[in-house]
């Protein structure tokens, strides 16, 4: 934490997989989640993850979910090395982060954390 803090970063809360007696895809670490920041009901939560287990975990846990593929670790590319990619790769690497995000239950998947705030302002409607 003090190496993030040091970032700028300050999380509301902040639960670890060793914290609870099992971790994901098990909805433990959300249910501790709720509970530390008294969020009820699950339903209204979105969980936005980049990996298989995460997204299990927001769909064990009765959330939305929201899978990130290009920035995240299926993709695995740094932003200069995606950039520099073919635009006919970065189309089959966005169809394979996308699929398996899917497969694991994510209601939507978008390409960055930056594509979050419109998604939201689209589910509003």
């Known amino acids: 934490m003090p190496v993030v803090a040091a970032q ?5 809360n902040l639960v670890c997989a060793d914290d609870l007696p099992v ?3 098990s909805p433990l670490q959300m249910y501790q989640t709720f509970t530390d920041l008294r969020v ?12 298989e287990p995460g997204i299990a975990e927001g769909v064990a846990s009765g959330c939305l979910t929201v899978g990130v593929a290009m920035s995240g670790n299926i993709v695995g590319l ?11 790769e970065v189309v ?3 169809a394979i982060a996308t699929d398996r995000l899917k497969a694991a239950g994510a209601d939507h998947v978008i390409d960055s954390i930056a594509d979050l705030p ?3 302002e689209r589910l509003k409607t």
């Not at 700028?8 to 509301?12: L, V």
């Not at 209204?44 to 993850?49: L, P, Y």
């Not at 740094?78 to 006919?88: G, I, N, Q, V, Y």
């Open 23 to 25: 971790g994901r895809p």
């Open 40 to 51: 009820y009901p699950p339903s209204k939560v979105i969980k936005v993850d980049d990996t």
């Open 118 to 120: 419109a998604l939201i």
């Open 8 to 12: 700028g970063y300050a999380p509301d």
């Open 92 to 94: 089959r690497l966005r």
């Open 78 to 88: 740094t932003p200069e090395d995606l950039a520099a990619t073919a635009t006919a």
